[in-house]
């Protein structure tokens, strides 16, 4: 039939006289009994033209690469939980990524395999089709090995949340991996995979690589298209690369920044790409690094004398570190909470899309969500359960003008950064002010849980906001404070993350930085072993 185009369209019932007197009374719109009937005839009207989508063709991602769906993999094959499912995808035959392999982050459409979101609203859950960062990933020859745990709907930056199970961070099995793109980080560290997408909205990428010791790069904001990606909030979505080196980040990252033709509202089709992995010198003479007090200040003993050793060979290869002090990073939190918190649960409202973005959106995901969430909101994790409850309650007292107050609060902490970045290359910091901590206990209350999910994030989502690019980089290790004082001899190292922050866009200052402390931490465990 010719008049036929489109696959799907959501059905929507023809509204009665007692839907529209229920709403016109809510609103108060004052609409007499008696006029009901010709508003019902104005919206069955626009209802009816909505019959026109069918004529429409929808915009679609062809899948490029062939697959067969995945498997989740048996205990014995994923002894830390990373893998959600494996599943293995052959890119093209050469590229920038060809010989490399890559785990997806499970919050990321692979088309023809489940997913999760590390929750299990999404059980039964397969996109149709490729998020861009897995389709660039492939056509630059990358081969995928499967997705990763991630925290329950990306709502943690701990590991213990996923619906199914911790997952363990390799350098003891008692610890946190961070998240919540645990999988990832754990995968790299532990040798299964090359490098790994992340997603990034409130330290998701930095979190997790700074306790397994990788290397996590939250880009500029929009620089790397999400389409086909769960979020958590249009304005603090981020997707981004990980890996167990500089060079990897750098061609990883080469491969999925970029204009993705308006399918993201977030990106600037103007920007143009570098190469960035050729840009790697890693000569620190000159550069200016300002060492945020504020992010400094709370760090255990552990991780400032991890951070006095690297400043200190930073400085002997010739780079001024001097301390700053940005006081909003510290105040700042509350602008998080109320993104994080109360936006999501517009995204909940809205099955996960909010609409009036010009961009792609998955009606499949969409409808998924929606009848997820009527029949199993309880699966949800307490954090996700109360982050519902705060955004409810905002909205029912009025709360979109405290949205409004946080919103506006943006530009002023992205000028706090930006004219410290005026005098310094970059700013550093500790990424997360202490070393893995111990994996809760199974039986927590909703406020211990809320606790241990949101607790490391002070130094990484202030970035999210401001929408700088922040990297994470291994500077060596240090003792957990909890260590048993007895058995300080068995007590295991633990991963301390350095982040480098730069002026928006700048990645090839950023990751040159980087290149230059992964130098000099190689020289130094050289010359001290
Ligand atoms: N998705 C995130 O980045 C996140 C991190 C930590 C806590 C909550 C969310």
């Known amino acids: 039939m010719a008049d036929q185009v489109t696959s799907y369209i959501p059905l929507v019932e023809p509204a009665s006289l007692e839907d529209l007197s229920q709403i016109s009374n809510e609103l108060k719109l004052g609409i007499a009994e008696h006029e009901n009937k010709d508003y019902l005839e104005v919206v069955n009207g626009w209802l009816k033209s909505c019959d026109g989508l069918r004529l429409i063709e929808e915009e679609t991602v062809p899948v490029l690469y062939p697959r067969i769906p995945g498997v989740k993999p048996a205990r014995k094959d994923n002894p830390y939980n990373a893998w959600a499912t494996k599943v293995t995808i052959k890119g093209e035959d050469s590229g920038l990524l060809a010989g490399k392999t890559v785990a997806i982050k499970d919050n990321v459409f692979v088309a023809g395999t489940l997913l999760t979101n590390g929750s299990k609203i999404w059980e039964g859950y397969t996109p149709e089709f490729d998020g861009t960062v897995v389709t660039r990933i492939l056509q630059a020859g990358g081969t995928i090995l499967g997705k990763s745990t991630c925290e329950n709907q990306c709502c943690s930056g701990n590991s213990f949340t996923s619906a199914s199970g911790p997952v363990l961070n390799p350098a003891d099995q008692t610890r946190s991996a961070g998240g919540s793109s645990s999988g990832s980080a754990v995968l790299i560290a532990a040798g299964e995979v090359d490098m790994a997408i992340g997603g990034d909205q409130g330290g998701s990428i930095r979190l997790p690589s700074s306790w397994c010791g990788c290397v996590g790069l939250k880009p500029t904001f929009g620089l790397v298209p999400v389409t086909g990606s769960l979020g958590l909030e249009p304005s603090i979505d981020y997707l981004g690369p990980m890996a167990s080196n500089v060079t990897d980040v750098a061609k990883l990252l080469e491969v999925i920044a970029g204009y993705d033709g308006g399918r993201d509202h977030r990106q600037n089709p103007h920007v143009t790409i570098p190469k960035y992995s050729h840009l790697l010198k890693g000569d620190l003479t000159g550069v200016k690094l300002g060492y945020v007090k504020e992010g400094y200040e709370h760090a255990t003993p552990g991780v400032k004398s991890a951070m006095a050793d690297v400043i200190n060979l930073m400085t002997n290869c010739g780079a001024v570190v001097e301390e700053v002090s940005i006081p909003l990073h510290l105040q700042c939190s509350p602008l998080f909470t109320i993104s994080l918190t109360s936006q999501h649960h517009t995204m909940i409202e809205c099955n996960g899309q909010p609409p009036g973005y010009n961009e792609l959106y998955s009606v499949s995901a969409m409808q998924h969500f929606k009848q997820a969430f009527k029949s199993r909101a309880h699966d949800l994790s307490p954090t996700v359960k109360a982050m519902s409850l705060f955004g409810e309650y905002l909205k029912r007292k009025d709360g979109s003008m405290l949205v409004g107050r946080a919103m506006n609060c943006r530009p002023v902490l992205r000028r706090a950064y930006n004219d410290v970045l005026e005098k310094y290359d970059a700013l550093i ?101």
């Open 429 to 529: 910091m500790p990424t997360i002010p202490f070393v893995a901590t111990k994996l809760p206990p199974a039986e927590l209350t909703p406020a211990e849980f809320e606790k241990h999910t949101l607790f490391n994030t002070g130094n990484t989502a202030p970035f999210n906001l401001s929408g700088h690019p922040a990297l994470t980089i291994n500077i060596g290790t240090a003792l957990p404070e909890d260590a048993d004082p007895m058995k300080l001899d068995d007590a295991v190292k633990l991963p301390v993350g350095l982040q480098i922050v730069c002026k928006h866009y700048e990645e090839v200052k950023l990751l040159d930085i980087a290149f230059g402390v992964e130098k000099i931490i190689a020289q130094g465990s050289k010359s001290s072993s």
